[in-house]
Every structure is written in structure tokens, then in C-alpha cells.
């Protein structure tokens, strides 16, 4: 019994020198040894959770403004007038006869029209969410303090799909008078269809560069903790290029681009039947820059005093602005399109690091 309350307190005795020993791999004195800088490279996913926010139309066309229609097939009258309203018995008998025959009425006859609701309109249940993508990642940090750093987040920029949501249509309105007037006023309404950003697949792509720093709390001591949980709180910048949009989307715009520059050319009724006009419409992507708050939970688990693993989740509060542009050097600019991209984007990274 007492030999071995002996070895008992002798190896009580021995523990203090037993954690203050050197070691190959760690340095099991608190606090010593740690290393300023540490760099790590894998895998980091990043998960959009933001919803798609409508877009905002404006166009060339003012509001009330009054064009020529020109000449206009009399069933696209028939198909436009607003449904309810009262047109005069003997305008709408000579509609009727021009119809039967496929016939115009002629830019003599067909008079003017006041057109509303194109100059600005919102489209509920429309906008753009960006896909899911992994890249490359690349993180490097400085250590103030065995428990104290801060963090540059980077990686390959990856190419990011944005998918449409909803339909796009104009709210067109107007009050035309054909024959001068003579037999009354027509009143027109449609809503006039101008794309379908889910039916061609990704609407939009772009490459996104996405650069953080953070500052972060390293828990536990280099050489007493393998495993260190750690938290951080930074900024993100993100900065979007090569932007291109979906090709029938762009043929679509294209055509609404027609439909505007065919009002102000003085051939409204054009508009309403999908002709082309004189103008050269072309179409243009653009994202703003961004700056969003980021924070981070992670850890490392050292394999030695150089080499480790790293895992982390992040999180940003991640917003931009995507604007669609429809210019002609003739009309200038034809429509502009607006719309918020919600990225708030979850980034998962788990890599391998080294420190030196």
C-alpha cells in the first residue's frame, strides 16, 4: 500500500516537468511557440439564400405621350381594345369588315394614340437568384497573438449562374382615335408579353470576385489545444465582370427594344403587332459592386506544429444591383431594367493549411 501511494505522488511529482517537456511536433509550454502567419487552400461552397427581387422597367416612351400609329391591321385593333369599354357601332362595323379580309387601316385613317403605362412599371414575381457554386479557396492569416488574427478570405472566381424568375410584360394602354376622331375614341389595353426568364434556362451569368478580410478569436493555446474552435467578424467586397446574358433573353429584349423605338418613330401600331423598326437595339448587363458584413465560425485541428485542418462557415449579408440597358445610337437609350440580386450567400470551406 504504501509503495503505491509512493508511485502515485512520484508521478504527481513528474507532471509539471512532463508538460513543460519539448516535443517534436508541439511545443507544450503555454502560449510558446506559436506562429505569425498560416496560409490554407480547399474546397469553399457557396450557397445563396437570397430571394428574387422584382424588376423596374422604365422606357423612352412618357407617359401620356402621343405617337401615330400608322398603318395597323384592324383584327390587332379588334384584339386590343379594352375589354368593357364602348366603341361606336359603326367604327367597330368597319373594323369588323376590314378584319374579315385581313385588311390594314391605313396610317390615314388610323390617327393617333395616347399611350400609358410605358414610361415606368414594376413586375411582381420577377427578378434573378444566383446559383449554387464550389471554387477554390484561399485563406491566409496573420497572428497578432496566439489567440488573435486577421484573415484574407479569397479564391478562384467562379462563374455564376443567375436564374430568372416570372415573365416580363408591358402594361400597355391608350386611347387611340382613328378616322380623326370623327367616330369616336377607342380605348386600348393589353399587357403586352416581352420574355419568360425561366424558359431558356440560366438567364444571366457572371463571373464573381469575392474578397473578405475578418478578424478573428482563436480559442485554446498553440501546442495545449489540437483542436482550436474560432470566430471571426469582417467585411466582404464583391465585384462582378464578363456578365453575359441568355441569348433568346437577349433576342427578347431585342424585340421590346423594336416595340419602343417603333412609338417613337411614329408607328405605334407596329409595336402592338412585333415589327422591327429602323433602330439597331443592343442589349447591355451590368452589376454594381458591392460591401457586405461577414461572420464566421470555424475551427482548426493541428496535425503538428506546420501543418493543419481547417473548417469554417460563413455568412454575408450580401446585396447588389443588376441593371439591363436597351440602347440604339439613333433613339439613345430605349429601356432601362432594374432589379436587386439578394446574394446572402452561406460559404462552406474545408481545406489544409500550413504555418510558418
Known amino acids: 500500500m504504501k509503495k503505491t501511494l509512493l508511485c502515485v505522488a512520484t508521478s504527481i511529482t513528474a507532471l509539471p516537468m512532463l508538460t513543460h517537456a519539448d516535443s517534436p511536433y508541439f511545443?507544450?509550454?503555454?502560449?510558446?511557440?506559436?506562429?505569425?502567419?498560416?496560409?490554407?487552400?480547399?474546397?469553399?461552397?457557396?450557397?445563396?439564400?437570397?430571394?428574387?427581387?422584382?424588376?423596374?422597367?422604365?422606357?423612352s416612351v412618357k407617359e401620356g405621350e402621343t405617337a401615330k400609329v400608322g398603318d395597323i391591321k384592324a383584327q390587332t385593333v379588334l384584339d386590343n381594345i379594352k375589354p368593357g369599354s364602348s366603341v361606336n357601332p359603326l367604327?367597330?362595323?368597319?373594323?369588323?369588315g376590314l378584319a374579315l379580309i385581313n385588311a390594314d387601316v391605313p396610317s390615314a385613317l388610323s390617327g393617333t394614340a395616347e399611350i400609358r403605362g410605358l414610361s415606368q412599371w414594376d413586375n411582381p414575381g420577377t427578378g434573378l437568384e444566383a446559383d449554387d457554386v464550389t471554387t477554390l479557396g484561399i485563406m491566409t492569416n496573420y497572428f497578432f497573438t496566439d489567440n488573435i488574427s486577421f484573415e484574407m478570405k479569397a479564391g478562384i472566381p467562379p462563374k455564376v449562374d443567375l436564374q430568372g424568375k416570372g415573365k416580363i410584360y408591358a402594361p400597355f394602354s391608350a386611347t387611340a382615335t382613328p378616322m380623326g376622331g370623327a367616330l369616336g375614341n377607342l380605348e386600348l389595353e393589353n399587357d403586352i408579353f416581352i420574355t419568360d426568364l425561366e424558359a431558356h434556362g440560366s438567364a444571366a451569368s457572371a463571373r464573381a470576385w469575392t474578397p473578405a478580410f475578418?478578424?478573428?478569436?482563436?480559442?485554446?493555446?498553440?501546442?495545449?489545444?489540437?483542436?482550436?474552435?474560432?470566430?471571426?467578424?469582417g467585411m466582404m467586397y464583391a465585384y462582378f465582370n464578363e456578365l453575359e446574358i441568355n441569348?433568346?433573353?437577349?433576342?427578347?429584349?431585342?424585340?421590346?427594344?423594336?416595340?419602343?423605338?417603333?412609338?417613337?418613330?411614329?408607328?405605334?401600331?407596329?409595336?402592338?403587332e412585333g415589327k422591327k423598326s429602323s433602330a439597331n437595339p443592343k442589349v447591355k448587363l451590368e452589376a454594381t459592386d458591392a460591401f457586405a458584413p461577414i461572420a464566421t465560425v470555424g475551427f482548426t485541428y493541428d496535425f503538428n506544429?506546420?501543418?493543419?485542418?481547417?473548417?469554417?462557415?460563413?455568412?454575408?449579408?450580401?446585396?447588389?444591383?443588376?441593371?439591363?440597358?436597351?440602347?440604339?445610337?439613333?433613339?439613345?437609350?430605349?429601356?432601362?431594367?432594374?432589379?436587386?440580386?439578394?446574394?446572402n450567400p452561406i460559404l462552406a470551406y474545408a481545406g489544409v493549411g500550413y504555418r510558418f
Not at 503555454?30 to 480547399?42: I, M, T
Not at 475578418?214 to 467578424?233: A, I, L, M, S, W
Open 91 to 96: 367604327l367597330k362595323a368597319t373594323l369588323d
Open 214 to 233: 475578418e478578424f478573428q478569436y482563436h480559442f485554446g493555446k498553440t501546442g495545449v489545444n489540437k483542436f482550436r474552435p474560432y470566430v471571426g467578424v
Open 27 to 59: 511545443s507544450l509550454q503555454d502560449g510558446d511557440g506559436f506562429k505569425r502567419f498560416s496560409v490554407s487552400v480547399g474546397a469553399l461552397h457557396v450557397m445563396p439564400q437570397g430571394k428574387a427581387q422584382p424588376f423596374r422597367v422604365n422606357t
Open 247 to 272: 441569348p433568346q433573353t437577349e433576342k427578347d429584349l431585342i424585340a421590346a427594344g423594336h416595340m419602343i423605338a417603333n412609338i417613337k418613330e411614329g408607328n405605334a401600331g407596329a409595336s402592338l
Open 305 to 343: 506544429d506546420k501543418w493543419f485542418a481547417v473548417g469554417s462557415v460563413s455568412y454575408a449579408h450580401l446585396k447588389n444591383e443588376t441593371t439591363i440597358t436597351v440602347k440604339d445610337a439613333t433613339h439613345g437609350e430605349l429601356i432601362k431594367s432594374t432589379a436587386d440580386i439578394e446574394i
